[in-house]
């Protein structure tokens, strides 16, 4: 089991975007398996008033691939963390394709992420799955391509005539 301070040694996101709670499974350069729970305290509820309808408290879809996409990114920095984008190696999500949303979610709902690696190469990755919430497939991706650069290479600015 894996939890938030071990997540946040290996990816940099954090309060409010960091949307993973813990990894309960991981199979290094292969496949993971990571939770998150949604709740209505979190930031994107707070504009829906006290007489919202049932259906205005679903999860944003945006939020449930972003959160898929942060195992995803646990999964291929497992090897070699990088908590601080300003060195080492950035990681950035460059495509993603063959997105599948299988119904809403609400709160009170626990996602369960899995995610595969399907090939690595110097420099980039491509991993594939689903989110679940019990039995019913919430979310599919069939591909998600991450990228890794040397972050001076992104931080500083390009010399005259080269492209950013």
């Given at each position: 089991m894996i939890d938030v301070s071990a997540i946040k040694r290996v990816i940099p996101h954090r309060h409010p975007v960091l949307l993973l709670d813990r990894v309960t499974d991981v199979v290094p350069g292969r496949s993971l398996t990571a939770v998150k729970a949604v709740t209505c305290n979190e930031p994107w509820y707070?504009?829906?008033?006290?007489?919202?309808?049932?259906?205005?408290?679903?999860?944003?879809?945006?939020?449930?691939v972003e959160s898929w996409c942060q195992a995803a990114a646990f999964l291929v920095g497992w090897a070699r963390p990088n908590p601080d984008v300003l060195s080492g190696e950035v990681m950035l999500g460059v495509g993603i394709s063959?997105?599948?949303?299988?119904?809403?979610?609400?709160?009170?709902?626990?996602?369960?992420?899995?995610?595969?690696?399907?090939?690595?190469?110097?420099?980039?990755?491509?991993?594939?799955?689903?989110?679940?919430?019990?039995?019913?497939?919430v979310l599919s991706v069939a591909d998600f391509v991450l990228a890794l650069r040397p972050a001076d290479t992104l931080l500083r600015a390009p010399a005259a005539g080269e492209r950013p």
């Open positions: 707070a504009a829906v008033d006290d007489t919202a309808r049932p259906w205005e408290y679903r999860y944003p879809p945006t939020l449930l063959g997105v599948r949303f299988g119904g809403p979610v609400f709160p009170g709902a626990v996602l369960r992420h899995h995610v595969r690696l399907r090939r690595a190469v110097t420099g980039a990755a491509i991993c594939e799955g689903e989110t679940a919430v019990g039995a019913r497939t």
